[in-house]
């Protein structure tokens, strides 16, 4: 189950509601690989492969946007961890912050400049 994440600025009043985690569906390889724009990662299609999919939080340098950004992780003898992930904004910029826990962390508001608080609202399937 994922999980929905409120930020919001309390000095511009700028908010945005952000569906991160995993779902039921995000287990197939075919629905994962139409969140890649750009190409999913082959090892989603490999059968004896054991993978993971997951929304992180991600943060444009260049206009401070947050969005989500699919990840998808991949366990070789069960401890080296390659992670694939699309992190390109709406800009264009490739120069994203993708966070592990987003809760410990100091996001700008692409509003006004001032820092986000982040507070965790709701869960989703």
């Known amino acids: ?3 929905v994440l409120k930020v919001s600025c309390n000095s511009c009043g700028s908010e945005k ?5 995993n779902g039921i569906k995000d287990f197939n390889g075919n629905v994962v690989a139409q969140y890649f724009k750009e190409g999913a990662p082959e090892v989603i299609f490999d059968q004896d492969v054991m993978w993971f999919f997951n929304w992180k ?5 260049e206009c401070n946007n947050i969005f989500r950004v699919p990840t998808v992780t ?3 003898d069960n401890k080296v961890r390659i992670e694939f992930k699309e992190a390109v904004c709406e800009c264009g910029c490739r120069d994203i912050t993708v966070y592990e826990n987003e809760r410990e962390r100091n996001i700008s508001c692409n509003e ?3 820092e986000y608080t982040v507070e965790e609202i709701g869960y989703w399937d």
Do not use: R
């Open 1 to 3: 189950m994922g999980y």
């Open 112 to 114: 006004c400049g001032n």
């Open 57 to 61: 939080l991600g943060h444009c340098k």
């Open 74 to 76: 991949h366990f070789e």
């Open 17 to 21: 509601a952000i569906s991160l985690g």
